[in-house]
Each structure stands twice: as structure tokens, then as C-alpha cells.
């Protein structure tokens, strides 16, 4: 069965530094998404992007965030200069366009992200 | 913000059905119900979804009530690998983006 694949599993840096978060979404998927989750908190919607661009955001996701995807394939999220706060399990999800088939939105494992 | 109630935690023996309910009492006509689960700090797993009839599929059973007001995932029969946290969610319509409001969810804790 076709799955997001995110990378890496684990990632410690240290506050201030930049970082990115990889994503391989299913390929014929067309939207694309990161969320997030504080240790013991909720999971929280950060980003969704479409066509190339920001289709929503949540007010967690300021200016520190940014979304690309570079190729056909890849999604990161980077976080320019990171704070104790940013540290959490990342996940990116994808899903398929609407229409006759309803959306399903299907999570990577996630990225565990230390900011020390 | 989540639109959900969900009971914080339930116990179900192995083998026996798990059944979880959900109060969504203000969806409208156009909100689907969504249920995921996630196994430790994995990413949540889609389960199964419904806007008002009841579904099957080869994980569990969703069934809504008349009034759409609540519903209940059913776990035909529990395992000790379905012990997760289990999340009943609201979406909008079907062509907007998949912008899924987790709730705390309902940790079920399947016992042998």
C-alpha cells in the first residue's frame, strides 16, 4: 500500500538553527499538509498547500515556517531559526483531489524534532 | 477547534467489541465524520468516514444516528494491537482541504 515517507525519523538541533523537514507524499496525491504535535498535546494543523502555493495556514505557522516542494516529489517545512517551543513530532499527510472519491488524508510516521 | 466529544478513555477485553462514541452535536448537513487512531506517536491512521449513512469497511463499522448529532466506531473484535488513541472528527463539505481539527481523542485500552 502506497504511504508518506518522512525523513528524518529523528532530528536534534540546536535553538536558532534552521531546519528542514523532508516529506515524500503518494505520488498521485495533489494536496499536501504538516502537522504537529507537542509531546502529550494534540495533533494541530499547520500548513495545507496546493498548486504550488499556501492554501491555508494556522497561526502557529508565522514567519519562521515555510513549505516547498522542489521536485515532483518532495514536501519539506523548514523552520528558519527554531526555538525550544518548535520541538514536537512533525507529520506531513497527503490525499487525493476530491470529487467522486472523498478525501482521505494519510499521515507519514512523523519527525520527532529536538530543539535544545 | 474541535467540534467533538469524545469519553477521555475506555477499556475493552480482547476479542470483545470496542465500542466509542462520539458527540458531534452541531455538524451540519455538509460535515462528513472522519475517525482516525494513533498507535503511540505514530501518525494518526485513517479508519473509516460517513456523512450519514452507516459504513463497513475491513477495519470497523461507523454508525451515525438519524439526527447526525452522534455516532459510534465499532471494533468488531478488539486486539491488543488496536490499544490507540481514537479521534472522531468533523470535516467541511467535500472539495475543501482536508484541515482536520484533532481533538483529544479517546484512549482505548484493549486487556487480554
Known amino acids: 500500500e502506497p504511504e508518506v515517507t518522512q525523513t528524518p525519523s529523528h532530528q536534534v538541533t540546536q535553538m536558532g538553527q534552521e531546519v528542514i523537514l523532508r516529506c515524500v507524499p503518494i505520488s498521485n496525491h495533489l494536496y499536501f499538509y504538516w502537522y504537529r504535535q507537542i509531546l502529550g498535546q494534540k495533533v494541530e494543523f499547520l500548513v495545507s498547500f496546493y498548486n504550488n502555493e499556501i492554501s491555508e495556514k494556522s497561526e502557529i505557522f508565522d514567519d519562521q515556517f515555510s513549505v516547498e516542494r522542489p521536485d515532483g516529489s518532495n514536501f519539506t517545512l523548514k523552520i528558519r531559526s527554531t526555538k525550544l517551543e518548535d520541538s514536537a513530532m512533525y507529520f506531513c499527510?497527503?490525499?487525493?483531489?476530491?470529487?467522486?472519491?472523498?478525501?482521505?488524508?494519510?499521515f507519514g510516521s512523523g519527525t520527532q524534532l529536538s530543539v535544545l | 477547534d474541535a467540534k467533538t466529544t469524545q469519553p477521555p478513555s475506555m477499556d475493552c477485553a480482547e476479542g470483545r467489541a470496542a465500542n466509542l462514541p462520539c458527540n458531534h452535536s452541531t455538524i451540519s448537513g455538509n460535515e462528513y465524520v472522519y475517525w482516525y487512531r494513533q498507535i503511540h506517536s505514530q501518525g494518526p491512521q485513517y479508519i473509516i468516514h460517513?456523512?450519514?449513512n452507516n459504513e463497513t469497511n475491513e477495519m470497523a463499522s461507523l454508525i451515525i444516528t438519524e439526527d447526525r448529532k452522534s455516532s459510534t466506531l465499532i471494533l468488531p473484535h478488539a486486539t491488543l494491537r488496536d490499544t490507540a488513541v481514537y479521534y472522531c472528527i468533523v470535516r467541511v463539505g467535500r472539495y475543501n482541504f482536508n484541515k482536520f481539527y484533532f481533538g483529544s481523542g479517546t484512549k482505548l485500552n484493549v486487556k487480554p
Open positions: 499527510a497527503s490525499s487525493e483531489p476530491g470529487g467522486v472519491v472523498e478525501e482521505k488524508l494519510f
Open positions: 460517513g456523512l450519514k
